[in-house]
């Protein structure tokens, strides 16, 4: 595979805190590896517990003024970040690569574009969030939203840079610090975001990054200097963080995994339903949380389908992720590789029909052709479970009734989609799958305006929109009398 020349990606230290890098090699050390080769590109240490108790100590001190700063100034400085992110998108989205390996035909659309997005949103809102005036009568009562303080977020390797702004903007915008922890996996952006937030003129301390695994995750979530804690994960890992952090009460966001359904009915638009499945299958590597993994597709339309999709699957460029022809790069690691080829033998033993794809490429790093399996079935381990790979999965459906109903068995509930050309009937659809996030003849859209979170085991909260803010603040509700208190002595 042609390689093109790639930058330094090492970072100046291991974390960011209190508006400086950060240096304390007695932790562990972290390899950052590049997906595409499996070289080492840089190293970090995770944080002691001394790292991470100036990242609390930092914000702790600085979120006060923060908060008594009037919201405007702090929606400004927020605009501010996400012109500078913008100016930097390429190299930003070329770190992004590095990190995690998608295509930069990806990361430049979908990771700082994405992360700028959300600090322009909620630094433009940050002016307009007010409380409530309740008139009584005589008397009356009023709300303020406040912040709640210091806020943990823990993100994925999937998307970096995205995870981090989509929780540091609301957060910011409501007068909170954050101290992030990003996946092990993927290091690099996080830090990058922090000195972009500083140099927009973010006060030092208010967003603080500390590396580590699972361990350090898990220190943060029971730290009694936090007071929420915002996890992008996959689901065994929510149950944990959300039972520490109820041990003292904390708030939570949960943004966890999915299996989601996708249902083609016989008079979808073919193309369309295609496309939208290869989206919500194929890109990053199929290593998103929303992916429609399991594709129903009416009967009288599932050869065509099955036929169709496997023609332009052929069609994935497959290559250099640097390069901007290819549109599919590796997976992210050795062990998420490993994971996608397990759950491709259960496949093959429990009897899915592997139309195309799911090959390992003689080459360095964490290679795997897109799959796509036909005569898949509910019981099946690959129906049932989050691969977290590019993995398509087609079942057969009949009618309406049955479709709905094999979509919703599920413990899951992050996404859903239908392909229709009938209007009454992709809103009635719509309106019975049990799923937070849902597209009609679309998949995988996230737009900032648009709220995003999932029911059942995928999720807790809302990110994005302003059902954010509701995340990331709290309200003090005052009762003001107006005339004389009458007590009964
Ligand atoms: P993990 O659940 O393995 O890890 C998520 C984060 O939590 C990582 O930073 C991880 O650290 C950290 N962590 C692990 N154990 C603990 C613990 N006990 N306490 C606190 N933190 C901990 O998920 P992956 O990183 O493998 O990401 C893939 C999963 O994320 C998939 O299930 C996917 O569906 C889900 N996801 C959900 C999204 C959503 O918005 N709903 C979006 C993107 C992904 P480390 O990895 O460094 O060990």
Not at 156 to 185: D, H, R
């Amino acid at each position: 595979m042609r390689q093109t020349n790639r930058p330094d990606a090492r970072p100046r230290a291991s974390h960011f805190i209190d508006g400086v890098y950060v240096e304390d090699d007695a932790g562990e050390t972290i390899d950052v590896i590049y997906p595409a080769t499996g070289e080492v590109i840089a190293t970090v240490h995770a944080a002691t517990q001394a790292v991470i108790d100036r990242a609390f100590e930092s914000a702790r001190a600085a979120q006060a003024a923060w908060a008594a700063t009037p919201p405007r100034e702090r929606g400004r400085v927020l605009t501010r970040a996400a012109q500078i992110l913008r100016e930097r998108n390429r190299e930003m989205s070329i770190l992004e690569t590095m990190d995690t390996g998608k295509p930069l035909q990806e990361t430049l659309v979908a990771d700082a574009t994405s992360g700028a997005d959300a600090l322009e949103y909620f630094g433009g809102i940050a002016a307009g969030l007010t409380g409530e005036h309740i008139p009584l009568g005589e008397d009356w009562a009023y709300t303020i939203r406040e912040p709640l303080g210091v806020c943990v977020g823990i993100g994925a390797w999937n998307y970096p840079t995205q995870i981090a702004c989509w929780k540091a903007a609301p957060a910011l915008a409501c007068g909170n610090a954050m101290v992030f922890k990003p996946s092990e996996t993927t290091p690099l952006c996080t830090l990058k975001v922090a000195e972009i937030l500083i140099e927009a003129g973010l006060p030092a301390g208010l967003f603080n990054v500390v590396q580590g695994a699972g361990a350090v995750g898990g220190a943060l979530t029971t730290d009694p200097r936090a007071d929420k804690v915002s996890l992008t994960g996959s689901v065994p890992t929510g149950r944990k963080v959300y039972s520490a952090a109820a041990e003292s009460m904390k708030h939570v966001t949960m943004e966890l995994g999915g299996k989601s359904p996708m249902l083609v009915f016989d008079d979808a638009d073919l193309e369309d339903a295609v496309g939208g499945a290869i989206l919500g299958n194929f890109y990053s590597s199929g290593q998103i949380c929303t992916n429609g993994t399991r594709v129903f597709v009416q009967k009288g339309l599932r050869a065509r389908f099955v036929e169709r999709m496997a023609e332009r699957m052929r069609d994935a460029v497959i290559g250099d992720p640097l390069d901007e022809a290819t549109n599919f790069g590796p997976l992210v690691s050795a062990r998420q590789m490993e994971i996608v080829e397990r759950y491709l033998k259960i496949a093959e033993d429990e009897g899915a029909r592997r139309v195309v794809g799911g090959e390992r490429l003689d080459r360095p790093g964490y290679w795997l052709t897109p799959a796509l399996f036909d005569g898949v079935t509910d019981d099946m381990t690959m129906a049932r479970e989050e691969i977290f790979g590019p993995v398509l999965s087609v079942l057969e459906f009949d009618d309406e009734d049955e479709g709905i109903a094999r979509a919703n068995a599920t413990e899951f509930g992050l996404s859903a989609g239908v392909f229709t050309r009938d209007i009454g009937r992709a809103h009635r659809v719509i309106g019975r799958l049990r799923a937070g996030t849902c597209f009609i003849n679309s998949y995988n859209d996230a737009p900032v305006e648009m709220p995003f979170g999932g029911v059942k085991m995928s999720g807790i909260g809302r990110e994005n929109a302003k059902a954010a803010i509701e995340h990331y603040s709290q309200v003090k509700s005052v009762y003001v009398r107006m005339g004389r208190v009458e007590a009964p002595f």
